[in-house]
């Protein structure tokens, strides 16, 4: 028997997944299949489908469409796209939205003569998930299920749960720094510096000055957004300390509650690395999505340095991305392609097998990480980690001991902790061991799944 319902609507769901947001939320909810509560999903979905309703490993999901993308492709004249455009435009005329037409006008304006510098354009929240179907949508699934809370998981779901109208309790589950910076890739630095607050400048530069006004107008409004609907959340909850202070800066009403990301268990971990052994090569592994935020490009240039200090070695990049092809052509300029494996996408299991393989794990991400599953990652498979000290790594590496914290932007001594722990094998070894050890305890006493659980029972009988 079923104590209470909890829906929860959450950005992506399993096997439709994109980053670790979803899958900590996966692990979480595997965690608790022993519970007295009905879990119901309803997870965005890419597309203009009609909602599906379905059961996944025994869980009854709807899959609700969902167009990431904003503004809507606008050119070639196409009878499909002018129909999507004058459907949108309806919508949201309906609701008010008239300012619509004009951010989708800027947006052609800064498509055509800036187009190199589109992708500073916010995605606007009052166009692409107020003024959406999804939001309707969202309202008639809770209107079937009836939940006693709704867990919305990320950024997209908080600003469309609390924006249902709803006497349902939501708990906001933040994952990134989206309601911090409006950029699309949540950088949160300007060239490289990251930001201590947000006045805009990384549009500085890239339009003429009153492009730039109503760019940062844009950003603005879609900050006020988020913040807006933050604000009506009964609980917020944050994966880590560094997002516990960006949250509680916000200055909102609201208890703010730490609960870390889950990894997969130890258990599945070992079943799917075993009789894998160290690769012959001294392998570096670097884990993510391939783009300037990660910083795989600054391993890649310091790629013939290692080769000086180390002789043999391999660097495997794991992930996908659109700046992988820009990374092999770095590497072939410096004589380095056979020393550089780009995976692509990967599962779960060989994502696995690929920390199994590897020596150590380098982690050379330049924004604000904002919890850092890759550290976890790397000590449940007993290797040792070195990463810039940003962020919420800062919480998930111990200096010394499970890995190397370096300087940001120091890019000599994230060579030298590499070298160091390529060329004394004991080390990296005995570092690993203690990272591992040191997960296993921290996890113990963490009990995400048991707390999370709590905070629904909570919210319930409130």
Same mark, same amino acid.
């Given at each position: 028997?079923?104590?209470?319902? /909890?829906?929860?609507?959450?950005?992506?769901?399993?096997?439709?997944?994109?980053?670790?947001?979803?899958?900590?939320?996966?692990?979480?909810?595997?965690?608790?299949?022993?519970?007295?509560?009905?879990?119901?999903?309803?997870?965005?979905?890419?597309?203009?489908?009609?909602?599906?309703?379905?059961?996944?490993?025994?869980?009854?999901?709807?899959? #609700?469409?969902?167009?990431?993308? =904003?503004? /809507?492709?606008?050119?070639?004249?196409?009878?499909?796209? !002018?129909?999507?455009?004058?459907? *949108? *435009?309806?919508?949201?005329?309906?609701?008010?939205?008239?300012? +619509?037409?004009?951010?989708?006008?800027?947006?052609?304006?800064?498509?055509? !003569? =800036?187009?190199?510098?589109?992708?500073?354009?916010?995605?606007?929240?009052?166009?692409?998930?107020?003024?959406?179907?999804?939001?309707?949508?969202?309202?008639? $699934?809770?209107?079937?299920?009836?939940?006693?809370?709704?867990?919305?998981?990320?950024?997209?779901?908080?600003?469309?749960?609390?924006?249902?109208?709803?006497?349902?309790? #939501?708990?906001?589950?933040?994952?990134?720094?989206?309601?911090?910076?409006?950029?699309?890739?949540?950088?949160?630095?300007?060239?490289?510096?990251?930001?201590?607050?947000?006045?805009?400048?990384?549009?500085?530069?890239?339009?003429?000055?009153?492009?730039?006004?109503?760019?940062?107008?844009?950003?603005?409004?879609?900050?006020?957004?988020?913040?807006?609907?933050?604000?009506?959340?009964?609980?917020?909850?944050?994966? @880590?300390? !560094?997002?516990?202070?960006?949250?509680?800066?916000?200055?909102?009403?609201?208890?703010?509650?730490? /609960?870390? &990301?889950?990894?997969? @268990?130890?258990?599945?971990?070992?079943?799917?690395?075993?009789?894998?052994?160290?690769?012959? #090569?001294?392998?570096?592994?670097?884990?993510?999505?391939?783009?300037?935020?990660?910083?795989?490009?600054?391993?890649?240039?310091?790629?013939?340095?290692?080769?000086?200090?180390?002789?043999?070695?391999?660097?495997? $990049?794991?992930?996908?991305?659109?700046?992988?092809?820009?990374?092999?052509?770095?590497?072939?300029?410096?004589?380095?392609?056979?020393?550089?494996?780009?995976?692509?996408?990967?599962?779960?299991?060989?994502?696995?097998?690929?920390?199994?393989?590897?020596?150590?794990?380098?982690?050379?991400?330049? =924004?604000?990480?904002?919890?850092?599953?890759?550290?976890?990652?790397?000590?449940?498979?007993?290797?040792? $980690?070195?990463? *810039?000290?940003?962020?919420?790594?800062?919480? &998930?590496?111990?200096?010394?001991?499970?890995?190397?914290?370096?300087?940001?932007?120091?890019?000599?001594?994230?060579?030298?902790?590499?070298?160091?722990?390529?060329?004394?094998?004991?080390?990296?070894?005995?570092?690993?061991?203690?990272?591992?050890?040191?997960?296993?305890?921290? *996890?113990?006493?963490?009990?995400? +799944?048991?707390?999370?659980?709590?905070? =629904?029972?909570?919210?319930?009988?409130?």
């Amino acid at each position: 028997m079923f104590y209470k319902t /909890i829906l929860i609507v959450t950005d992506k769901y399993v096997p439709s997944i994109s980053g670790g947001a979803e899958i900590s939320l996966y692990n979480m909810l595997e965690d608790m299949e022993h519970y007295d509560v009905r879990v119901v999903v309803a997870a965005l979905t890419d597309g203009r489908h009609l909602v599906k309703k379905e059961f996944y490993q025994k869980r009854l999901v709807y899959r #609700v469409p969902f167009v990431e993308s =904003w503004p /809507i492709p606008l050119g070639g004249g196409k009878p499909r796209e !002018f129909l999507r455009l004058l459907k *949108f *435009f309806l919508r949201n005329f309906r609701r008010g939205n008239f300012k +619509s037409l004009y951010r989708v006008s800027l947006a052609s304006l800064i498509g055509r !003569f =800036w187009p190199s510098a589109r992708g500073s354009l916010p995605l606007m929240d009052a166009d692409y998930l107020l003024g959406s179907r999804t939001l309707g949508i969202l309202k008639d $699934i809770v209107q079937e299920v009836q939940p006693d809370v709704i867990h919305a998981d990320n950024y997209r779901s908080i600003v469309l749960a609390n924006n249902i109208g709803s006497e349902i309790p #939501v708990l906001s589950y933040v994952r990134d720094n989206r309601f911090y910076c409006t950029q699309k890739n949540q950088a949160t630095n300007i060239r490289g510096v990251i930001c201590e607050t947000c006045s805009n400048e990384c549009v500085n530069g890239k339009f003429p000055s009153f492009i730039e006004r109503q760019v940062a107008e844009l950003m603005n409004e879609s900050h006020r957004i988020r913040v807006d609907a933050l604000s009506r959340s009964k609980k917020i909850v944050v994966t @880590s300390e !560094f997002l516990k202070r960006q949250i509680e800066g916000l200055g909102l009403n609201a208890e703010v509650v730490k /609960i870390p &990301n889950l990894i997969e @268990s130890f258990d599945d971990i070992e079943k799917i690395q075993k009789n894998i052994e160290r690769s012959s #090569v001294k392998e570096i592994l670097c884990v993510g999505m391939i783009g300037h935020n990660k910083g795989q490009n600054i391993i890649v240039r310091l790629m013939d340095a290692l080769a000086k200090e180390v002789g043999d070695f391999r660097l495997v $990049i794991a992930g996908r991305g659109q700046m992988s092809e820009k990374l092999l052509e770095v590497a072939k300029s410096k004589g380095m392609l056979d020393r550089i494996h780009v995976t692509g996408f990967l599962s779960r299991d060989e994502l696995y097998r690929c920390y199994s393989r590897c020596y150590c794990v380098v982690c050379p991400t330049v =924004w604000p990480e904002p919890f850092g599953r890759v550290p976890f990652e790397a000590a449940a498979s007993s290797k040792p $980690i070195v990463a *810039f000290a940003v962020g919420g790594l800062v919480e &998930n590496i111990v200096d010394g001991k499970t890995g190397f914290l370096v300087e940001p932007k120091n890019y000599k001594l994230l060579e030298r902790a590499l070298v160091r722990l390529l060329k004394d094998d004991d080390l990296a070894v005995k570092m690993g061991q203690t990272a591992r050890a040191h997960l296993e305890e921290k *996890f113990k006493l963490q009990k995400s +799944s048991d707390d999370l659980l709590g905070q =629904w029972k909570m919210l319930s009988v409130s």
